[in-house]
């Protein structure tokens, strides 16, 4: 299976920027479309971007348009999400996931990493 691990998450101030990372061992990385979600305490897992196999075709969440890049280097099997401008609403457990459907709905997809938390201070 598509074992995913992330990094990048840590505390910042509204306004700053993180990015984050996520590592694939599984050679075929480029087959799968790739995505960033987020689940804060007591709150459901909401997708915040996507993007299609060739890294052509994002998608993302109207709330964080503008302010938010996702990215895939299929070469290293990574994908990237640029943070910029943050606000204390984005504090949440932030997930990479791979799968063959590009969609926002969680449950469209099939494999999930751990989690990297992002806190964001007022």
């Known amino acids: 299976q598509v074992q995913l691990v992330e990094s990048g998450g840590g505390s910042v101030e509204a306004g700053g920027s993180l990015r984050l990372s996520c590592a694939a061992s599984?050679?075929?990385?480029?087959?799968?479309?790739l995505g960033w979600f987020r689940q804060a305490p007591e709150k459901e897992r909401e997708g915040v971007a996507v993007?299609?196999?060739?890294?052509?075709?994002?998608h993302y969440a109207d709330s964080v348009k503008g302010r938010f890049t996702i990215s895939r280097d299929n070469a290293q099997n990574m994908l990237y999400l640029q943070m910029n401008s943050l606000k204390p609403e984005d504090t949440a457990m932030y997930y990479c996931?791979?799968?063959?459907?590009?969609?926002?709905?969680?449950?469209?997809?099939?494999?999930w990493g751990q989690g990297t938390q992002v806190t964001v201070s007022s």
């Open positions: 996931a791979a799968g063959k459907t590009l969609s926002l709905s969680a449950s469209e997809w099939r494999y």
């Open positions: 599984r050679y075929t990385w480029s087959s799968y479309c």
């Open positions: 993007v299609y196999t060739g890294g052509g075709t994002t």
